[in-house]
């Protein structure tokens, strides 16, 4: 039984330092993202899905050590939730269990946040980018001021007038 609480805060150790490790790059992702540094967007990105892929992959390791835990705890097939597994192991373990727990929820918490504020920024900068597009086809769909040569149409103006008059 010892063994399995080992391996479990282990295991918990490595999840809560891959959660600061994501909340660390969306932090950083976020300030790339108010900065508009589109080659260091796509770099932080790979880093990103990189460590999704590990946190994915310590997460399934994590749910049999899960489940052999809360079988050596509860004597049946039930999956303790963590905060039991906090609750039922003996007390030299107690309190580290504890702790862990408190921060995998401050990292969670932090991850969300950040999250949200990215998805935001993302969303602005595509609403203008779909403006912009928008913007250029009508412009470039209206021929009144130039012709396909680039010159000045007869009917067109702007501000070009004022170099075709002499002051």
């Known amino acids: 039984m010892e063994k399995q609480v080992k391996e479990f805060q282990d295991y918990l150790s490595k999840l809560l330092s891959s959660y600061n490790s994501l909340g660390s790059l969306l932090s950083e992702e976020r300030e790339i993202l108010i900065k508009r540094e589109i080659k260091r967007l796509e770099g932080i990105t790979e880093e990103k899905q990189k460590l999704l892929n590990q946190i994915e992959n310590l997460e399934k390791e994590g749910y049999t050590l899960q489940q052999n835990l809360s079988c050596g705890l509860c004597k049946d097939d039930t999956v303790l939730p963590l905060r ?53 086809r009508t412009l470039s769909e209206d021929t009144s001021t130039y012709s396909s040569s680039g010159k000045l149409n007869s009917a067109g103006g702007g501000i070009s007038v004022l170099f075709q008059k002499k002051v």
């Open 84 to 136: 039991e597994i906090c609750n039922a192991i003996p007390s030299p373990y107690k309190d580290k269990f504890h702790d862990l727990r408190f921060n995998l929820k401050l990292a969670y918490s932090k991850i969300v946040r950040i999250n949200k504020i990215n998805a935001t920024l993302i969303k602005k900068y595509l609403d203008f980018s779909s403006f912009y597009v928008k913007k250029l």
